[in-house]
T-cell receptor, first 116, second 112 residues
Framework: QQQVKQSPQSLIVQKGGISIINCAYE??????FPWYQQFPGKGPALLIA?????SEKKEGRFTISFNKSAKQFSLHIMDSQPGDSATYFC???????????????FGKGTKLSVIP | DAGVIQSPRHEVTEMGQEVTLRCKPI?????LFWYRQTMMRGLELLIY????????DSGMPEDRFSAKMPNASFSTLKIQPSEPRDSAVYFC??????????FGQGTRLTVV
């Protein structure tokens, strides 16, 4: 019930193209949906995040689309560049019952390769 | 702030040995998380603390794993005895209520 399902597992996009990564969740108690970017040998770093009261958030070339009724959200990378090649994780966070309770659940990740 | 600091960055140990991973969270953060990352299972939450108190350790795979947070600026993850299947990258992250988690660089553990 607290899973986040992410697809595709890997993605190859040509430079200048659009990269799209999708995630779905079940638990409606999730209230914050961040995307993390991870380069080899590094820890995941926050890329962009959205709350369920908005349907879209854009930061530069990165856009999150959020569909609350379908319990789905996606990351779009416009004008993809070779430097965007990394692993992307969607996540969902909820403050569940219990003092101090805080759940940040990650998808399995998508390895993006942007080819010149 | 230097971010979340983990040590060591790499650890190679023999099966059966005790391994201790260390983490210094970002000052002022009241949540601390330990994650394990493998190709097969992705990022798994092992345990997290709030105000130095363990809140959920349901992700700890076995009794061989233990974690402590003696104060707000330090936490350890210990594996005793270690096994080859424990080989993974272990991440520490910290955060506050209503903020995202900030990750350290990770410790790559290899058990031979």
């Amino acid at each position: 019930q607290q899973q986040v399902k992410q697809s595709p597992q890997s993605l190859i996009v040509q430079k200048g193209g659009i990269s799209i990564i999708n995630c779905a969740y079940e638990n409606t108690a999730f209230d914050y949906f961040p995307w993390y970017q991870q380069f080899p040998g590094k820890g995941p770093a926050l890329l962009i995040a959205i709350r369920p009261d908005v349907s879209e958030k854009k930061e530069g070339r990165f856009t999150i689309s959020f569909n609350k009724s379908a319990k789905q959200f996606s990351l779009h990378i416009m004008d993809s560049q070779p430097g965007d090649s990394a692993t992307y994780f969607c996540a969902a966070r909820g403050l569940f019952s219990g003092a101090g309770s805080y759940q940040l659940t990650f998808g399995k990740g998508t390895k993006l390769s942007v080819i010149p | 702030d230097a971010g979340v600091i983990q040590s060591p960055r790499h650890e190679v140990t023999e099966m059966g040995q005790e391994v201790t991973l260390r983490c210094k969270p970002i000052s002022g953060h009241d949540y601390l998380f330990w994650y394990r990352q493998t190709m097969m299972r992705g990022l798994e939450l092992l345990i997290y603390f709030n105000n130095n108190v363990p809140i959920d350790d349901s992700g700890m795979p076995e009794d061989r794993f233990s974690a402590k947070m003696p104060n707000a600026s330090f936490s350890t993850l210990k594996i005793q005895p270690s096994e080859p299947r424990d080989s993974a990258v272990y991440f520490c992250a910290s955060g506050q209520t209503n903020t995202e988690a900030f990750f350290g660089q990770g410790t790559r553990l290899t058990v031979v």
